[in-house]
Nanobody
Framework: QVQLVESGGGLVQAGGSLRLSCAAS????????MGWYRQVPGKQREVVAT???????NYADSVKGRFTISRDSVKNMVYLQMNSLKPEDTGVYYC???????????????WGQGTQVTVSS
């Protein structure tokens, strides 16, 4: 089975920084786009940043210039460096990976369990 495990969330004051990590494991044949999503109570999960297997990145307008997504394709890991954090960045951050698993045909999306990020004002 494919597993995505996030780490690095926590409580930080506005203006501070956090670095999220996500490790994917489980007989992965090919890793495609990886990304980070955010969800707050009562709202839909929204994309924060994505990175393709070729290294192309996309960011939500609200985090451009403050967040940086990167990946280690050898280790099947994705990171999110979050700087100049704001209270509105608060939420549960989920790792997402589009990949080909050994025991399932085609490209499928998998999710981590989420990590809480709380930014205090």
């Amino acid at each position: 089975q494919v597993q995505l495990v996030e780490s690095g969330g926590g409580l930080v004051q506005a203006g501070g920084s956090l670095r999220l990590s996500c490790a994917a494991s489980g007989n992965i044949l090919s890793m495609k786009t990886m990304g980070w999503y955010r969800q707050v109570p009562g709202k839909q999960r929204e994309v924060v940043a994505t990175i393709t297997s070729g290294g192309s990145t996309n960011y939500a307008d609200s985090v451009k210039g403050r967040f940086t997504i990167s990946r280690d394709s050898v280790k099947n890991m994705v990171y999110l460096q979050m700087n100049s954090l704001k209270p509105e960045d608060t939420g549960v951050y989920y790792c997402n990976a589009q990949l080909v698993w050994e025991l399932a045909p085609g490209i499928r999306a998998y999710w981590g369990q989420g990590t809480q990020v709380t930014v205090s004002s």
